[in-house]
C-alpha cells in the first residue's frame, strides 16, 4: 500500500510540475479553455496532448471521454491507437540496422525476404528499400487487400503483394502503401532473427521509457486506462485487429510516451544523453525522397505549402517553419505527430474518434502559439471548410443520376451464386444464401448483397445480424460473370480506385473430405469411345484420372459424386449411380460440352 501511494504521489508531482510550467509560460496560457472549446463545437468523444520543446515535455493534458458511456476521462497517460504514426518507428529498424553495417537502402527488399515478389520482372529488379520507405514504388494501396481480408502471418501477406498492379511506374509519382511498410517491418524480422515486434521494444520502446506503450490489440485490451474508439455521434467501435499488417500502423501509445519520441526527433536522435536513433538517420529521414503533391497556397492560408515524403514522415511549410508530421487513422481513432527541427518543438494530439478533426486543428493551434506566429481561428476555418464540402455533398446528390436499370432480375437462382471467391493478391469470398438473401463474408465482416442490376448486386454492411442499408458500399458494386457453361465462374469489385481495372475473384468449388472406402466405389475403367477408355484409380489416398495421351489428373470432392479436376479450371466428372448405388457411367463437364463414358 506503501508502495502504491508513493506511486501516485509521484506521479502526481510530475503532473502538477508541468502544468504549472504551462501555467506560467504565456505562449500556453489559456490554452485549455481553447481546446475545450474545440472538443465542446466540434462535439467529438475525446482527446489528449502533449508539448515537448528541446528535451522536456512542457503541456500534457487530456480532455473528453476515454469511455464515453461511463464519462471516464482522458488524461495524458491514456493509450490510443496511433494508426499510421506507427511506420516512423518501423523505418527507424532499419535505420538502426544500416547504422550496424546490415543493410544499405539501396538493396533490394528480395535480397532479405527471398520470397517477396512485385508485380512484374521490371520491379523485382529495380525497386529498392529507399522506394518502400518513401512511397515511390508505382504500386497502389491495395488496402482493401488486408483490411477486409486480415490474416495475423505477415508472411502470407508478403505472397499477395506479387499479385497488386501498380499504377504506374517506379519512382515516377508518390502512393501511399501501407504494404511496403510490413515488408520493411519483414526484413527487420530477417536480419534479426527476431519478430517486429520484439524489435520495436528492445530497439526502441526500452531505450525511450515507453514502458506502457504496446503493439497488438489483445495487450491493448489488458490495460485499465486505455481509451476505447467511437465514431461520429459518440458511438463506441470495436477495436479493428491490424493483426500480420502491424508495422504499418499497429502501435499503442500515449501523450506522454510519444513526447519521449519526439524528444529524440528533436535532439539528432538522442534522449537522455543516450544516442537512440543516429543524427545521420534523423537528418535523412525527415529530409524530402519523394513529392507527394502540391499543396500550393491558398488565399485562407497563404503560409501553408510544401508536400515531401522522407522515411515515414510527411515534410511541410508551416508558416515559414519546417515542419515535420505523419497522421495516422485506424477504426474510432485518429492521431497527428509532428515537430519542428529548427525551432526544437514537438506536439502530439491522439483522439479516439475515427475521422475526427481534431489533431490537425490542435496541433496548428498550439503550433500558432509556441512559434509565436499570427494565430489563425483554425477551429473557424475547418468548420467553414467543412460547411463548404457538406454543401458541394447536397449540390452533388442533386445533380447525382443512378444508373441502376429498374425492372431486372439476376440470371441465376441466388443459391447458384454460392461458393467460394478467391483472389490470391487479396483473399477468399464466401458467398451463402440465408433466408432468401444473398450475403457474402470474409474474414473481418459479413455483407448483405442488395440486388442492384441484372448480375450486379451492392454490399451493404450487417451490423448485430441486420443489413443497415446506411452503411451501403456503393463504390463497390459487385459484378458477376458466367462462363461457357452458363454457370457462375467470378465476380469483381473495384477494390482499388487507382487502377482501371476491377478485382476479379474467381469461383471456387469447397472440397468435400472423402473416406477411402467411400472414393473405391468410383475406381474402375469408363469407355468413351470403342477407342478410348479412361481410368479411375486410387494413389497415395486420392482419386485420380487417366485419360490416353494426357496426364494423370487429381480429382477433388465437391459434392455428392462429383469431382472437379484440380488443374484444369471449368471441368468436372459427375459419376451416376443406377438403382442398386453401384456407379453405372461417368459424365465428363467440359466448357465446349458434356460427354458420357460407361463403366466396363
Known amino acids: 500500500m506503501k508502495n502504491k501511494t508513493l506511486t501516485l504521489f509521484i506521479l502526481f508531482i510530475s503532473i502538477s510540475f508541468y502544468n504549472l510550467f504551462a501555467q506560467n509560460d504565456d505562449r500556453l496560457k489559456g490554452l485549455d479553455s481553447e481546446l475545450n472549446k474545440v472538443l465542446k463545437s466540434l462535439n467529438e468523444t475525446g482527446f ?8 522536456k515535455m512542457i503541456y500534457a493534458k487530456g480532455f473528453g471521454y476515454r469511455d464515453y458511456e461511463n464519462k471516464i476521462l482522458n488524461n495524458e497517460n491514456t493509450l490510443f491507437a496511433i494508426g499510421s504514426c506507427t511506420k516512423a518507428f518501423t523505418s527507424s529498424l532499419l535505420g538502426l540496422l544500416r547504422d550496424k553495417g546490415k543493410l544499405d537502402f539501396e538493396d533490394s527488399p528480395i535480397d532479405y525476404v527471398k520470397e517477396l515478389r512485385f508485380y512484374n520482372a521490371n520491379l523485382n529488379e529495380i525497386i529498392s528499400i529507399r522506394d518502400l520507405m518513401s512511397h515511390r514504388t508505382g504500386i497502389p494501396r491495395h488496402d482493401l487487400s488486408w483490411y477486409f481480408f486480415p490474416t495475423f502471418s505477415k508472411d502470407s501477406l508478403i505472397k499477395r503483394i506479387e499479385y497488386h498492379k501498380p499504377f504506374t511506374t517506379i519512382r515516377n509519382k ?78 499503442n501509445s ?26 545521420s538517420y534523423v537528418f535523412e529521414a525527415m529530409s524530402s525522397h519523394n513529392v507527394s503533391g502540391a499543396n500550393l497556397p491558398t488565399k485562407e492560408t497563404p503560409d501553408l505549402h510544401l508536400s515531401n515524403y522522407g522515411y515515414g514522415w510527411q515534410i511541410s ?15 474510432g481513432f485518429r492521431a497527428s505527430t509532428a515537430f519542428f527541427p529548427t525551432d526544437s518543438l514537438g506536439i502530439v494530439v491522439l483522439a479516439n474518434q475515427g475521422g475526427s478533426l481534431i489533431p490537425s486543428i490542435v496541433r496548428n493551434i498550439i503550433s500558432d502559439r509556441m512559434l509565436e506566429e499570427e494565430r489563425t481561428d483554425w477551429l473557424k476555418l475547418v468548420v467553414k471548410q467543412m460547411k463548404a464540402i457538406k454543401k458541394d455533398n447536397k449540390q452533388a446528390k442533386k445533380i447525382f443520376t ?54 450486379t ?27 461457357n457453361k452458363g454457370e457462375i465462374e467470378s465476380l469483381s469489385i473495384q477494390f482499388e480506385p487507382a487502377i482501371d481495372d476491377p478485382i476479379v475473384f474467381n469461383r471456387k468449388s469447397k472440397e468435400v473430405s472423402l473416406e477411402k472406402e467411400e472414393m473405391k466405389k468410383y475406381v474402375g475403367e469408363y469407355k468413351l469411345t470403342s477407342q478410348v477408355i479412361t481410368k479411375v484409380y486410387l494413389k497415395d489416398d486420392k482419386l485420380f484420372l487417366f485419360v490416353p495421351g494426357q496426364p494423370e489428373y487429381e480429382l477433388f470432392s465437391i459434392g455428392k459424386n462429383k469431382f472437379e479436376i484440380k488443374i484444369l479450371e471449368g471441368y468436372e466428372l459427375k459419376f451416376i449411380l443406377n438403382n442398386k448405388e453401384t456407379v453405372s457411367e461417368v459424365l465428363f463437364i467440359q466448357p465446349n460440352g458434356n460427354f458420357s463414358a460407361k463403366k466396363k
Open 48 to 55: 489528449a496532448v502533449a508539448v515537448v520543446e528541446k528535451d
Open 174 to 251: 508518390y502512393w501511399y502503401n501501407n504494404f511496403m511498410f510490413l515488408v520493411q517491418g519483414v526484413i527487420a524480422e530477417r536480419i534479426t532473427g527476431e519478430s517486429w515486434e520484439d524489435n520495436i521494444r528492445e530497439m526502441i520502446f526500452e531505450p525511450l521509457g515507453m514502458e506502457r506503450s504496446n503493439l497488438s490489440i489483445a495487450e491493448m485490451e489488458k490495460e485499465e486506462n486505455a481509451a476505447f474508439g467511437y465514431l461520429d455521434d459518440n458511438e463506441k467501435t470495436d477495436y479493428y485487429k491490424i493483426a500480420g499488417m502491424r508495422p504499418a500502423g499497429s502501435i
Open 254 to 279: 500515449s501523450v506522454k510516451e510519444m513526447s519521449n519520441w519526439l524528444i529524440a526527433w528533436i535532439n539528432g536522435g538522442k534522449y537522455k544523453e543516450n544516442q537512440i536513433l543516429s543524427s
Open 317 to 331: 511549410s508551416y508558416k515559414g517553419h519546417y515542419r515535420v508530421e505523419h497522421g495516422g487513422a485506424i477504426d
Open 402 to 455: 443512378s444508373s441502376q436499370i429498374e425492372g431486372t432480375s439476376p440470371s441465376h437462382k441466388l443459391e447458384d451464386y454460392n461458393g467460394y471467391y478467391d483472389h490470391p493478391g487479396y483473399g477468399v469470398f464466401e458467398l451463402f444464401t440465408k433466408k432468401d438473401s444473398l450475403f457474402a463474408a470474409t474474414p473481418y465482416i459479413t455483407m448483405w448483397l442488395d440486388h442492384y442490376h441484372y448480375d
Open 457 to 483: 448486386f451492392v454490399p451493404v454492411e450487417v451490423v448485430d445480424g441486420k443489413a443497415d442499408t446506411l452503411l451501403s458500399y456503393n463504390d463497390f458494386l459487385v459484378k458477376f460473370s458466367s462462363n
